[in-house]
């Protein structure tokens, strides 16, 4: 784990700055912090929404270097996304059994899994909106880091939501009585 993050400083670290929508620092500062939250009990189910907007800082990080390559195909976004949140089985491969739940009585999925999923998509969707928010506003931010501000309330608020309202799989105990 040091070894991985002392590669990903030094590759950080030797390239050139590029306008992109996540800062190398926070982007290593959330990385790690995940294995701290995990060490310090926090719920599975939160450290996976904070992994999923890790890995999904990441998926875009990735498209940005295909396009400074000029590998463009079909469907290259949404592939280059899809290996890049489905890597959370990778990250944490020796550290949790598979324990699918299930989930809104009609998913039966890992709770990791699917926070995961879920972070991905609110940073993506988050990002999105401050566009929106920004375009309406012409051209400008409503205050400054308004573009890191967005993604970070909306993954806290998410993460609140699981913390408080964990995923338990109580429709399992619905299922357990028949």
Known sequence: MVFTLILALVLLASVNAYANPACAVCTVAVGASLEIARSLGVDDSVVGVWAGGFLALLGYWLILWFDKKGWRFWGRDVLLMA????????????????????????????????????????????????????????????????????????????????????????????????
């Open 83 to 178: 290996i890049s949140v489905g890597s959370i089985g990778f990250m944490y491969m020796g550290d949790f059994v598979y324990s699918p739940k299930v989930l809104g009585y009609i998913f039966y999925m890992d709770p990791l899994l699917f926070s995961t999923i879920l972070g991905a998509l609110v940073l993506i969707y988050s990002s999105i909106f401050y566009q929106w928010m920004k375009a309406k506003n012409g051209g400008h931010a409503h205050f400054p880091f308004e573009k890191v501000v967005v993604p970070v309330v909306a993954l806290a608020l998410t993460s609140m939501y699981f913390y408080y309202y964990p995923i338990s799989g109580a429709a399992n105990d619905l299922l357990a009585d028949f």
